[in-house]
């Protein structure tokens, strides 16, 4: 077997990843000396490979300055609806990269590399850091699309957490993501907005006023977003806490320096890391109260007609702003809002009423009760006394339901009435939204809700991730499917074609063969590259079903010690993701996963058949080497749990089959790939209500099925936990007598199905014949296809394929 390219080998025959002029490349590696010595204060003798990177990124930056100013002056003299996208989190992937692909660059900066260094390093491999948005895909289309767009969110000190696993346990470990600084960011402090907490209202004849609070300052952070070689460049703005003041000095002259410090660390918490309860709510409110005062900043001081001068009717907003609520976080913008216009703007409550609804729109993520949003009122009463009394005025009776004796305000339901707009991420979703979950809602307004299937961008998860991949595509269709990727469905008349057959599977198998080095290297386990690679990487929690996974590891690691003369396909199964620190059963879900695998893997009549292992810290820049080397996707959700999943498009887009549930997206994956070529398997949504109605019996199923019994009996007496038998006897307890989630009652049939994927699996042409129908299938999950519904369908935007001129281009 051959070896697989490196990148650097790749360079000259990937053409889609643009031309690497001399000039170019003369220029860059100026440029990037330029930096190491002037900006980084460098030389090649003291250098690390963190400062090469910084040097890169800073060069690469260069040429986007010109075009993100020019962006911005276009939307000020054109004046353009805007769109903004504001979201909580924001999960990291690498900027660098989508840069240089977004901007044509990515040859050229290899060959200047090369050239620098002297070593085929490339800006693939170590060089590539740096972060970027959790809504990255759709800030990539909004800029690609030509739309006046920005992404609010929270510049967070500390990320989610980084997982290491010791013992076969999650330990969670601080994400200091900003120790070394971030080349992409800059500071605005000339935009800083105070934010106001707790505090009194106090009602007079004129008005409202909120008093006697207490105030945090938001400093923004903007980071570039280029569109795909349109010299596009959109903003995203992270909003970092900050204490409204210094100390003073008397505070240390009295002895009450430390009180004042920790006073300081107790506004600048606010952005330092994710974390619940009242910090949470402070968090949510924090952002939209920033982000609306630089919306309302920007439209008074837009460029209108001819004149330049500031604007004062608010009555105009719906027409120059878009607001999308993505998820519940963002829920307090529509209180917020009213606040602003009633309490600061003078208008009446009705007009206001009229300018929140038109303005704001709200994308729901989850079907799950428990993932609702319902906060205390006592919370609300102390932390936002003036939002309580405007969310009791919004809703009458008051919006709160009683759980436990303790009122809340359920913030779902506060982000409808409050929009003019309501969408799920996929279709049955949204149907789900619309016949349980908001079903009162539905029927008083269904013209409201709406579906918006969710959708991956092609250049960082194919152009970017799978280059090998979006080369034998091009040879075949050109590359217009990297802005259109319903060009796609070109490939379906290559579907027999024996040498574009190969071609795709000589992709996959170089693609395994580099991630198999990089498992051995990190993992320590030596992976046969031949065999299967089965993924399922997502959160770890019950809904997702690892624990189904899991149950037919034991049961194949059971049949092959059975049988161990007989030929089976060799699968190499991984399972990543990151459990939620305080969800026990989660963290025991990771530890029976690496359980299994220590008896697995070290199992000398099992040998290289079978190997499970657990990615560790799993994250968008591991994604991106795991998705391009993956055989299969494991999409197991019980039916009717997921909103849609986008992991399960990228795996489809990268020449992976699934083996799903009817649930989320992979209904539509199955409609667009055609059934057949997917391994469809378990209940349906009805069937799962059926069974919720009729009672679900575990234990039926525990006593009916041997090899089910068998896996339970072995996981509950100790066999994966020899020296703690009773380990796992919580997840037992769940599996056997408190499973919302049904596992028991889809084992069989994907059991059944697995052997299916097994057995095509053995005949190498037809298993990529059914790949070549995924990937010709995938038109319908690019990110811009979702976006430009959001803005025809939702924002009143028309998306454009205008190129904007470049910096050194005329007017």
Not at 529 to 535: I, T, Y
Request: with cysteine; hydrophobic share 40%.
């Amino acid at each position: 077997m051959s070896r697989p390219l490196s990148d650097h080998e790749k360079r000259k025959q990937i053409s889609v990843r643009g031309l690497a002029g001399v000039e170019n490349v003369t220029d860059l590696k100026n440029n990037f000396n330029r930096h190491l010595h002037f900006t980084l204060v460098k030389d090649r003798n003291v250098a690390t490979k963190r400062d090469y990177y910084f040097a890169l990124a800073n060069t690469v930056r260069d040429h986007l300055i010109g075009r993100w100013i020019r962006t911005q002056q276009h939307y000020y003299e054109k004046d353009p609806k805007r769109v903004y996208y504001i979201s909580l989190e924001f999960y990291m992937g690498r900027a660098l990269q989508n840069t240089m692909v977004n901007l044509a660059l990515e040859n050229a900066c290899d060959e200047a590399m090369y050239q620098v260094m002297n070593t085929p390093i490339g800006v693939r491999g170590g060089l590539s850091g740096g972060k970027h948005g959790r809504l990255s895909c759709f800030l990539d289309s909004m800029a690609t699309l030509g739309l006046a767009a920005y992404g609010y969110g929270i510049r967070y000190e500390f990320g989610i957490f980084n997982q290491k696993i010791v013992s076969g346990w999650q330990v969670e470990e601080a994400d200091d993501w900003l120790r070394y600084g971030n080349p992409w960011e800059k500071a605005r402090p000339e935009y800083m907005r105070p934010v106001h907490f707790y505090g009194r209202t106090e009602h007079h004849p004129d008005g409202v006023k909120w008093v006697d609070t207490q105030v945090v300052l938001a400093l923004p952070y903007d980071t570039p977003v280029p569109g795909y070689r349109n010299n596009v460049v959109n903003t995203m703005r992270l909003w970092s806490a900050k204490a409204p003041c210094e100390f003073r000095l008397q505070d240390f002259n009295v002895g009450g320096y430390v009180e004042a410090v920790l006073d300081k660390n107790l506004a600048e918490n606010i952005s330092r890391v994710i974390m619940g309860k009242e910090l949470r709510l402070k968090q949510e409110y924090f952002v939209v109260a920033a982000t609306l005062q630089d919306i309302i900043r920007r439209y008074k001081t837009s460029k209108f007609g001819s004149m330049e001068a500031v604007r004062t009717d608010l009555d105009g907003l719906p027409n120059k702003v878009a607001i999308q609520l993505n998820d519940t976080h963002p829920a307090l913008a529509i209180p917020e809002l009213m606040r602003v216009l009633v309490d600061e703007e003078m208008l009446t409550w009705e007009n206001a009423w009229d300018i929140c609804v038109r303005t704001c729109a709200y994308t729901n993520h989850t079907v799950l009760p428990e993932a609702l949003e319902r906060w205390p009122i006592d919370l609300f009463q102390q932390l936002l006394p003036r939002h309580l009394e405007i969310i009791y005025e919004i809703n009458r009776p008051p919006p709160y339901s009683s759980e436990g004796g303790q009122k809340r305000v359920n913030m779902a339901h506060l982000c409808i009435v409050g929009s003019h707009a309501v969408n799920g991420v996929a279709r049955i979703h949204s149907d789900i939204l619309k016949a349980t979950v908001f079903k009162d809602f539905y029927e008083m307004d269904p013209y409201k809700f709406q579906n918006k299937t969710n959708g991956i961008t092609p250049r960082r998860w194919l152009v970017m991730c799978n280059p090998g991949l979006a080369e034998v595509i091009a040879e075949r269709i050109g590359d217009d499917f990297i802005r259109d990727l319903d060009q796609l469905k070109k490939l379906i008349k290559f579907v027999n074609d024996d040498a574009f057959i190969r071609d795709v599977a000589k992709v996959k198998q170089e693609n395994k063969m580099k991630f198999a080095v990089h498992l051995e290297e990190h993992y320590k386990v030596k992976i046969n590259p031949n065999s299967m690679f089965d993924l399922q990487v997502k959160r770890i929690h019950e809904y997702k079903r690892q624990l189904l996974n899991c149950l037919h590891i034991i049961t194949f690691y059971n049949r092959i010690k059975k049988e161990p003369n007989k030929h089976w396909t060799p699968r190499t199964i991984m399972i990543g993701g990151k459990a939620a620190p305080g969800y026990h059963t989660a963290k025991m879900i990771i530890r029976l996963i690496t359980a299994i695998g220590e008896i697995v893997n070290n199992d000398p009549v099992v040998g290289d058949r079978l190997k499970v292992i657990f990615l560790e810290n799993y994250r968008v820049t591991l994604a991106e080497k795991a998705i391009p080397a993956a055989d299969l996707s494991e999409q197991i959700s019980t039916a009717g749990t997921e909103a849609s999943g986008t992991g399960n498009m990228k795996f489809m887009l990268n020449g992976a089959l699934t083996i799903g549930t009817m649930d989320g997206a992979n209904v539509e994956m199955a409609e667009e790939a055609g059934e057949d070529n997917l391994f469809i398997f378990g209940m349906r949504v009805d069937d799962v209500e059926a069974m919720d109605r009729k009672g679900y019996n575990a234990l039926e199923y525990y006593n009916r099925i041997p090899e089910l019994k068998q896996a339970i009996d072995q996981i509950a007496g100790g066999f994966f936990s020899p020296k703690q038998p009773d380990l796992f006897k919580d997840i037992v307890s769940l599996l056997m007598y408190h499973d919302r989630f049904k596992v028991f009652a889809d084992y069989g049939d994907y059991i059944k199905c697995q052997e299916k994927v097994s057995a095509l699996y053995k005949n190498a042409k037809e298993w990529t014949k059914k790949v070549i129908y995924n990937i010709a299938g995938c038109g319908k999950f690019s990110s811009d296809r979702t976006i430009a519904q959001y803005a025809r369908e939702i924002w009143g935007m028309e998306p454009s394929l205008e190129k904007f001129p470049a910096p050194d281009e005329k007017r």
